[in-house]
């Protein structure tokens, strides 16, 4: 479903903002919904409503699960956050599709992160679910928030909990090292280079 900010929607209407605003108020129209930071949204349904038309049926809205890990070693883990999180949706009632993604919390290109926003955009998401709010991105979930307020979106994170697991991090930082360092050039690529491998060796004797 479309989703028009206030001015859109009181252009639609042939009203101004500020009559819009003294609706909300009166309870003539409320928003079909308002972000964290108070700003309203109104559905196409809504305009099809005050203007005359008939209502376009639309598909029900889908509840996603959405599980990352960082790399192929961490399956079992993949397989326990699957788990919990089938169990948090099974438990509310929900009928609900399960998308994984093994990959950096840094790369915003996982497969299963872009069909995740597909989904999104498309007005197909009732709500996202996820086990820790960094196995959704490990930066940047405030715009993916913001992103889903805007297609009437809910992200629900079952477990607020910080959390440290100190082997992603220091994947995912490789992984930062390694994209800046390829576009750097000499001595400065040459020492993020060797900061990085002395990263993994340090991580690695920890282990032994």
Known sequence: MKYYSIGEFAKQMGKTPQTLRNWDKSNILKPSHLTKGGTRYYSQEQLHHF????????????????????????????????????????????????????????????????QLVDLITNSEVEKVVILYKDRLV??????????CNKFGTVIKVIDNTERTEEQELVEDFIQIVTVFSCRLQGKRAHKAKKMMKELVEDDTSEKS
Request: glycine residues 10%; contains cysteine.
């Open 51 to 114: 203007l005359g038309l008939k209502t376009v049926t639309t598909k029900s809205k889908k509840i996603i699960g959405y599980c990352r890990v960082s790399s192929p070693k961490q399956k079992g883990d993949l397989k326990r956050q699957i788990h919990n999180v089938s169990s948090y949706m099974i438990a509310k009632g929900y009928q609900y599709e399960i998308i994984q993604d093994v990959g950096s919390g840094t790369n915003y290109n996982n497969k299963g992160l872009n």
């Open 138 to 147: 490990l930066f940047g979930f405030e715009w993916i928030e913001n992103l």
